[in-house]
């Protein structure tokens, strides 16, 4: 199998970010690690919404090529020294295999991470070929029905000069295949529709996880945190957020119970 490891070295790992509005206090710190094809300022809407509700955001333009080490030092530095808890990893697709080696590897000295969002995650078996890239990137239309049903999002990668079309059917490096299962709170949300990853293989890895949360978007595609449904999708993050804030266990702050009036 192809590693793109093998590629160039990588470009920086600059971030993007998005603060609370003035007077609000921030509730806690996010990080998002992009996918295949993808830059940090692809995830500029869901920066915003989630500022809105109090999270400082800040989106790395992390590439599968960045090794664990990388990822660590770019979050370290997105954070900086006083970084408000807790402080979670947001991967998409590749970002989320890297998320969870990136929270295996982490020493609190260094970073501290309370929790990971597993958004899509990339497949771990069937990855792509060498020619994926070549084939992907001829038709368009059939990567954006993969990624997205939202028409918004649609236009904004179409639009995006930076977006790398055709990365998405690619292989994934091979060191993100093998397992990395941290015991930290985890929330993966994964599309029932993703053309890519079956959603069995996302459920397995939740089960396998020691501490997971395992959210299914109905009729999703691959990019979760984009896709038709994704104030759904980030009312349901900002839940699980609150109670991660609450307590490490993620005991239910409300519960919502069913009338029998009949």
Known sequence: MTDLATTPTPRTATAHSWQPPAGIAPRGTLVVLPGRGEH????????????????????????????????????????????????????????????????????????????????????????????????????????????????????????????????????????LLTDALPDVPTLVLHGAADPLTPLEQARTLAHRLPSATFGVLHEGLHDVLNDASHRTTAATLVQWLERLRADAELRPILTIEPLNKR
């Open 40 to 175: 940090g300022l692809v995830y500029e809407r869901f920066g915003r919404r989630l500022s809105f509700d109090g999270y400082v955001v800040h989106a790395l333009d992390t590439t599968p090529e960045h090794h664990t080490d990388d990822i660590l030092t770019a979050t370290t530095q997105a954070v900086g020294p006083d970084a408000v808890a807790p402080v979670v990893l947001v991967g998409s697709d590749t970002g989320a295999l890297q998320a969870l080696h990136a929270a295996t590897a982490a020493e609190p000295a260094r970073l501290t991470l309370h929790g990971l969002v597993l958004a899509g995650t990339a497949p771990t078996t069937g990855t792509g070929s060498a020619d994926a890239d070549t084939d992907a990137a001829s038709d368009w239309d059939a990567e954006l029905n993969a990624r997205t049903a939202c028409p918004t999002h649609r236009q904004k990668l179409t639009g995006d000069p930076d977006f790398a079309r055709g990365r998405l059917t690619g292989p994934v490096p091979h060191r």
